[in-house]
């Protein structure tokens, strides 16, 4: 069983950045995809961000692209999400989940399906401030 791990959350002024992580217990990069899923408070959980393990190829939502960034590091186990130009509209709590590629891109396509994927982890809360 996969096991997630997020961290880097916290209370930043509206402009701010932030850096998340996610280290994973189980790296499956070969066939393998990850990303982060945010819920606001009194909002539907959404998709923000993926990345295909194997290619590197990634996929943003279009609330927060051109400002967040998810990369990985493969020595680490690990997925980032880079934060820059946070909206308080950016608070929510934030959930790294991994998954196979093909739930990730039914997510990614809008068309569903989160739930499928078999590996969450607990969250971590980020504030944004105006």
């Known amino acids: 069983q996969v096991h997630l791990a997020e961290s880097g959350g916290g209370s930043v002024e509206a402009g701010g950045s932030l850096n998340l992580s996610c280290a994973s217990s189980?790296?499956?990069?070969?066939?393998?995809?990850m990303g982060w899923h945010r819920q606001g408070p009194g909002k539907e959980r959404e998709w923000v961000a993926a990345?295909?393990?194997?290619?590197?190829?990634?996929y943003y939502a279009d609330s927060v692209k051109g400002r967040f960034t998810i990369s990985q590091d493969h020595a680490k186990n690990t997925v980032y999400l880079r934060m820059n130009s946070l909206k308080p509209e950016d608070s929510a709590m934030y959930y790294c989940?991994?998954?196979?590629?093909?739930?990730?891109?039914?997510?990614?396509?809008?068309?569903?399906?989160?739930?499928?994927?078999?590996?969450w982890g607990q969250g971590t809360l980020v504030t944004v401030s105006s």
């Open positions: 989940a991994a998954g196979s590629c093909p739930v990730w891109y039914r997510v990614v396509a809008g068309r569903g399906g989160s739930d499928r994927l078999p590996a």
């Open positions: 189980e790296y499956t990069y070969e066939s393998g995809c």
């Open positions: 990345i295909n393990l194997g290619t590197s190829n990634t």
